[in-house]
């Protein structure tokens, strides 16, 4: 089992940067699937980005693509949205999930179905 804390949220221009990190309690974090999802208010929960166990594969959304970055540093348990050139429909409430996926697949999963564990959330706004 694995416990996730986000934190970086804030209030950020339009146009800015901000990064989001998440901390994994535990040992195992390498062996987990990490994954950032967004809900924004009267919206469903979406996918956004996610990384594979070792970090050598990426994914995420084409709403996101070009302008996030996920990444993770396993010797500090920890994984980080980088977010630039955010824009107002980037608002949201964002949330670190990890995923245990079969021990022979080294990719992703965009499906929030995969993700058994997700932190409590942190908040991005980004005003015009």
């Known amino acids: 089992q694995v416990q996730l804390v986000e934190s970086g949220g804030g209030l950020v221009q339009a146009g800015g940067s901000h990064r989001l990190s998440c901390a994994a309690s535990g040992r195992t974090f390498s062996t987990y699937t990490m994954g950032w999802f967004r809900q924004a208010p009267g919206k469903e929960r979406e996918f956004v980005a996610a990384?594979?166990?070792?970090?050598?594969?990426?994914d995420y959304a084409d709403s996101v693509k070009g302008r996030f970055t996920i990444s993770r540093d396993n010797a500090k348990n920890t994984v980080y949205l980088q977010m630039n050139s955010l824009k107002p429909e980037d608002t949201a409430a964002y949330y670190c999930?990890?995923?245990?996926?079969?021990?022979?697949?080294?990719?992703?999963?965009?499906?929030?179905?995969?993700?058994?564990?997700w932190g409590q959330g942190t908040q991005v706004t980004v005003s015009s």
């Open positions: 999930a990890a995923a245990l996926l079969p021990g022979d697949y080294w990719g992703t999963s965009f499906r929030s179905s995969d993700y058994a564990y």
């Open positions: 990384i594979s166990r070792h970090g050598g594969i990426t």
